[in-house]
């Protein structure tokens, strides 16, 4: 059986202080986290953690104390919690869906210190198969989310590559 996994860092560190505490407690329950007061590292040795599972008092705590009320992070609790059933103790998120890139995003929005935030991944597997290797990148601006993977960066160069040669021709 083959292992596939996908480590991935985030730079630079994020200043605590830009950072609400919903925000905080979304980013260390889906990254591993270095750091503390000042600054905060997040990185994933074998993969993101896209599923989090929250005690409903704390999200309410959290969205109470929350300085950003139309924040990404807020907006999307907020869905979730009047779709949620009543009788739930706990708030499941699937973070795959709802995604860092606009968390980070926020962050970038309102930190005067950062220009930008990357997110670098790399996909590799236990066993040498062709679907198992490759990585992406993702540039995190105030205004713009790309992402590129090692697949669309081949695609983009193959298909510019086509067209030199059919002008040349």
Not at 28 to 33: A, N, Q, R, V
Not at 71 to 81: D, Q
Not at 108 to 114: I, M, P, S, T, Y
Request: contains cysteine; aromatic residues 8%.
């Amino acid at each position: 059986m083959a292992d596939y996994h996908s480590p991935t860092i985030v730079r630079p560190d994020i200043p605590r202080s830009a950072m609400s505490l919903l925000e905080h407690r979304l980013l260390i329950g889906m990254f591993s986290h270095e750091g503390g007061e000042d600054a905060v590292y997040f990185f994933a040795e074998d993969y993101v953690n896209d599923l989090l599972h929250l005690d409903l008092p704390e999200v309410h705590r959290l969205l109470e104390d929350d300085p950003f009320p139309d924040s990404y992070a807020v907006t999307v609790i907020r869905e979730h919690l009047r779709k949620l059933d009543p009788a739930e103790g706990e708030l499941a998120l699937d973070m795959s869906v709802i995604d860092y890139e606009g968390i980070f995003q926020d962050i970038v929005k309102r930190c005067d210190a950062l220009d930008d935030v990357e997110v670098v991944a790399a996909w590799t597997c236990t066993k040498m198969r062709p679907d198992g290797f490759g990585g992406m990148a993702t540039l995190i601006t105030a205004d713009a989310i790309e992402t590129m993977s090692t697949a669309s960066f081949l695609d983009e160069v193959r298909n510019r590559c086509r067209s030199e040669r059919q002008v040349e021709a």
